[in-house]
């Protein structure tokens, strides 16, 4: 199946152009200098994931030659006649050549993430629950893909992995598990010495509804942090944050035409607890209330912070991740707004000083935009340069190098490549 024409690829040479947008009143550094490009890719993309030496890029697509789907996320795995899977480029002075398309046998292919040493891709894979593909296989076209099941429906999102990847966690978004609409799913991964893919199984799940589309480990490997679109009331009688009303609300708006929904929650995992307890027995740590729709949650490499889109208040809120666990009621810093409608995808690059933001505009007309914060101050009205995206930016991947940032164009179907050029005052 072919992805990118001649004329595609001329298309993509010509696109790149140097960007400079920004808001200089408010603007509190000199924006960056960027090279902006699109791709055109033939289904929806939703994660992009570059190796470490920059030679290839692989897109987790789904819908591959197909319309774009427009009924909910939920209903997603009713659809018949649906091709997913991942698409394959290799680098090439700086340009992106396609290689090849990889069907992974599911209905969807969301979030994706590198097993350590890059020797195996691990994919969460909508209602077929989570796949394991070799890399080099796949450049060769000669995947066999490994599917481990998350249940009826699961609707699997996202993925995650520890430091020496014995265990993936996965983000089942409506997965039904103790009376409630998401879980967690616990997977023991076993892999060569060298990182290539054997096998793997779900050893347990912990109950995270309403809706957790999204996860992410903290850099020692010992907090899982999970947000959960909307708070399950029966399921979870404590929280934190209830009296702070940009934290705890009753008029959240998830789609316009529906009755408003209380706000969402950020859990605090204990990942030994999570993998060591049966059932995942007190591996919740805590509770804290997110705002209207929290979609994603990263956290600092210094640990200083958590960032959680609120994609329901157009917010970055902002927590600190020690007083989360010593002084809950105290741990949030603020929020930021982001300038845009409905951000989803967040990104930091490798100074720290910017926050990226993809304001996904998802439930909107038009099409939607990158925001680039300087958060090297607290201000709820930061400094925002704007690069304009395609329909619906749902993620977005900082390459290793620090410079180069991914987005991936849900519903136009484009992957959208911004190159930082360093100016010489710039932080470094």
Not at 129 to 152: H, R, Y
Not at 220 to 242: C, D, M, Q, T
Not at 344 to 350: S, T
Not at 406 to 418: D, H, K, L, P, W
Request: include cysteine.
């Amino acid at each position: 199946m072919a992805h990118l024409s001649s004329d595609t690829i001329a298309k993509f040479l010509l696109s790149v152009s140097l960007l400079i947008v920004s808001q200089p009143s408010i603007l509190a550094s000199e924006p960056l200098s960027m090279l902006h490009a699109e791709v055109a890719v033939d289904g929806n993309p939703s994660t992009i994931l570059p190796t470490s030496d920059g030679r290839f890029v692989f897109v987790s697509m789904t819908n591959v030659g197909g319309p774009n789907y427009s009924t909910p996320d939920v209903e997603a795995g009713k659809r018949r006649g649906v091709v997913s899977g991942v698409d394959i480029f290799r680098t090439v002075d700086s340009k992106l050549e396609f290689v090849r398309f990889i069907r992974i046998g599911s209905k969807g292919a969301n979030g994706m993430i590198f097993l350590p040493g890059e020797k195996t891709i691990v994919v969460a894979a909508g209602d077929e629950g989570v796949v394991f593909l070799d890399v080099q296989a796949a450049i060769e076209g000669k995947a066999k893909p490994k599917i481990v099941s998350q249940g009826n429906g699961a609707g699997t999102w996202d993925v995650v992995a520890k430091s020496d990847g014995k265990y993936v966690f996965a983000s089942n978004e409506y997965g039904q598990f103790q009376l409630q609409r998401g879980n967690i799913g616990v997977l023991a991964v076993e892999t060569t010495s060298d990182g290539h893919f054997l096998n793997a199984h779900t050893i347990r799940n912990i109950p995270a509804g309403n809706k957790a589309p999204r996860l992410t480990l903290s850099p020692n490997g010992s907090r899982l942090y999970v947000v959960r679109e909307i708070h399950p009331h029966a399921a979870v009688l404590h929280f934190f944050g209830k009296r702070n009303p940009l934290l705890s609300k009753h008029d959240c708006i998830q789609i316009w035409g529906i009755p408003p929904q209380a706000n969402g929650l950020l859990s605090v995992i204990d990942v030994q607890k999570a993998i060591r307890m049966p059932s995942g027995e007190g591996s919740i740590l805590i509770e804290m209330a997110s705002g209207c729709s929290p979609v994603t949650v990263i956290e600092a490499n210094d640990s200083s912070t958590l960032y959680v889109a609120a994609r329901g208040d157009n917010k970055v809120l902002r927590f600190s991740p020690s007083l989360l666990e010593s002084d809950p009621e105290n741990a949030f810093l603020g929020a930021v707004d982001t300038g845009g409608d409905a951000p989803v995808g967040l990104g930091l690059l490798p100074n720290g000083k910017r926050l990226i933001v993809t304001n996904s505009n998802r439930f909107g007309k038009h099409g939607g935009e990158i925001s680039i914060i300087d958060i090297t101050h607290s201000s709820d009205r930061a400094a925002i340069q704007r690069v304009p995206a395609g329909d619906f930016p749902r993620n977005i991947t900082i390459a290793p190098d620090g410079k180069t940032i991914f987005v991936a164009n849900y519903s136009s179907r484009t992957i959208e490549v911004v190159r930082v050029q360093k100016k010489r005052n710039d932080p470094k």
